[in-house]
């Protein structure tokens, strides 16, 4: 499995982005998907998970400001993030588990401007 992620850049406190996570090779084997971030000098953390039926759960810090979504027939998730604030800064990184392991993507940069 690959994953690429995408659509991060910078935007001003408030407004919103779209982060997107093209899954391929064996994308079939995905079950759950999810996206987390990470802060300079923080660690990884989970933002939002969604499993293969759909359910979600998110981070508290990004509750009723952000949505994970999913289209398995096109293997892609997606982040959509509302209401950015200058802490949703990081590099965020779209992440996959089969009933082997899981996968990571590169990771895209979102910077939150003041």
């Known amino acids: 499995v690959q994953l690429q992620a995408s659509g991060g850049g910078l935007v001003q406190a408030g407004g919103s982005l779209r982060l997107s996570c093209d899954a391929s090779g064996s994308a079939f084997s995905i079950g759950g998907m999810g996206w987390y971030r990470q802060a300079p000098g923080k660690q990884r953390e989970l933002v939002a998970f969604?499993?293969?039926?759909?359910?979600?759960h998110y981070a508290d810090f990004v509750k009723g400001r952000f949505t994970i979504s999913r289209d398995n027939a096109k293997n892609m998730a997606y982040l959509h993030m509302n209401s950015l604030k200058p802490e949703d800064t990081a590099v965020y990184y779209c992440?996959?588990?089969?009933?082997?392991?899981?996968?990571w993507g590169q990771g895209t940069l979102v910077t939150v401007s003041s």
């Open positions: 992440a996959a588990q089969t009933g082997q392991r899981d996968y």
């Open positions: 969604i499993t293969s039926g759909g359910r979600t």
